[in-house]
T-cell receptor, first 115, second 113 residues
Framework: KAGVTQTPRYLIKTRGQQVTLSCSPI?????VSWYQQTPGQGLQFLFE???????NKGNFPGRFSGRQFSNSRSEMNVSTLELGDSALYLC??????????????FGPGTRLTVT | AQSVAQPEDQVNVAEGNPLTVKCTYS??????LFWYVQYPNRGLQFLLK??????LVKGSYGFEAEFNKSQTSFHLKKPSALVSDSALYFC???????????FGAGTRLTVKP
């Protein structure tokens, strides 16, 4: 099976702009989670989607949003970019569903640089 | 809310020696515990998980972890370290209500020949 893919891999944006990142999960996986990874803060949970519904949300401002499509692909959007949004954004997919916690499989990430 | 602590930023071991990477957690109810590894310029890779059952869990690349409920710990171990094990290791926890996955800050393991 193909792994989790994320596009684009690298992105440079200017403060105030917005950005959309894309994630395609492993075939058959219905849950997609997004994380922000920075040297200072480590891995911070952004949100999780399962069957097109947001199931969990981390402690990020409303500028960060996401959605999931019927084919389980997911996008996250960051509006009004700030310098502090520079980070590696990781997407992870899992089989999902309640009762048993499945491991997550991570994509290579999108490196976002805000100037 | 659940949380994870990895008390060591850095662990150094000699090749062939046993290694331990420590992890403690806090969660209400029963925990789901995971270990991931991140090699340079690569995404996180799943190593192993504890959901229920035997406290000693075996995973990829010869790694294992021991769940200790009384000490709320889930330490990662390997009997004989390899130079290629050098990487960043993350412990993660999720509670039985399937709230979000919380990751530790990571421990950088360096195995010297």
């Amino acid at each position: 099976k193909a792994g989790v893919t994320q596009t684009p891999r690298y992105l440079i944006k200017t403060r105030g702009q917005q950005v959309t990142l894309s994630c395609s999960p492993i075939s058959g996986h219905r849950s997609v989670s997004w994380y922000q990874q920075t040297p200072g803060q480590g891995l911070q949970f952004l949100f999780e989607y399962f069957s097109e519904t947001q199931r969990n949300k981390g402690n990020f401002p409303g500028r960060f949003s996401g959605r999931q499509f019927s084919n389980s692909r997911s996008e996250m959007n960051v509006s009004t970019l700030e310098l502090g949004d520079s980070a590696l954004y990781l997407c992870a997919s899992s089989l999902g569903s309640g009762g048993v916690s499945y491991e997550q499989y991570f994509g290579p990430g999108t490196r976002l640089t805000v100037t | 809310a659940q949380s994870v602590a990895q008390p060591e930023d850095q662990v150094n071991v000699a090749e062939g020696n046993p290694l331990t990477v420590k992890c403690t957690y806090s969660v209400s109810g029963n925990p789901y515990l995971f270990w991931y590894v991140q090699y340079p310029n690569r995404g996180l890779q799943f190593l192993l998980k504890y959901i229920t059952g035997d406290n000693l869990v075996k995973g990829s690349y010869g790694f294992e972890a021991e769940f200790n409920k009384s000490q709320t710990s889930f330490h990662l171990k390997k009997p004989s370290a390899l130079v290629s094990d050098s990487a960043l290791y993350f412990c993660a926890v999720r509670d039985a209500n399937n709230n979000d996955m919380r990751f530790g800050a990571g421990t950088r393991l360096t195995v010297k020949p």
